[in-house]
């Protein structure tokens, strides 16, 4: 009779722990990086562990899917994901958190040496105009056809579309691809994410060799949100997510696995963003 009362003492942990999340995130590096060198630390995987610390009553499984797979299971199952765009589509069967990261936008990669040569379409902060680089320049760029660069990089793509200066590339491995195309002298500059720069960057052993500028026609961030089904048990998750978030969100550790991925002058942007609008939240 003890043995069996002392089994079940073991077992109760477990069995108090019966509520599972499953975890559901991309291959999309540096956000996660599910293989590789770098396997578990991007910044959404750090997030991710982050949360499964934070929440202890429950047990965590995780699943790598594609964006498309993530949003219908997030309407037929119960499930999270730590970074997800809002829509008013998916409104309706996800249920987001408070914001829970501040996304620098994409902007214009180049070599640091040819910092001269950019320098005439700077503004006194640093930032660059993409209308006047692309209206005024002979400069080749490189973008990923089909993708949605948003903001004013995208009405700049749209109002000077058909000149010769715009590169598209197609394929999988569509930003490493244009990154050594770059590297290559085959392109003047790209337009990426700062975290995309400093991943490839890195990747391919140019870390000090590239440059970004921010572009005077983007926002100055954008919001991500955690995500979970919207139903009962998701509404029961997210109440201690957003309690997790506005706890954390702003703190040196968890603005860390974001800013990892950028270079010094973007994560100090990133840091004064975030400090701005989640200290007075």
Known sequence: MTVIVMLLLGCLPAMLKSDTIT???ADFPPGSIPKGP???KGYNDQTEKFMVK????FQHQFVTANYSRIVHDLKVRNGCTVGLFKSKEREQFILYSIPRLLVLPNGVVFKKER?????PYLDENGYISIDKLMERSRFNVGIAKGRNYAGGIQQALEKYKGKKTIIERVGLDVFSGLFQMLMA???DYIIGFPVEAKF???KHGYENAIHFFPVKEMPLYSKTYMACSKNKWGYKVMDKINQILTKYRHTPEYLAFYE???DDSAALRHKQFSHKLFLNQ
């Open 115 to 119: 910092l001269v040569d950019f320098a």
């Open 23 to 25: 975890w559901y995130h």
């Open 260 to 262: 990892y991925w950028l």
């Open 38 to 40: 770098d396997k578990g």
């Open 200 to 202: 490839f960057a890195r």
């Open 54 to 57: 934070q929440l202890p009553e």
């Open 185 to 187: 002298d085959h392109l």
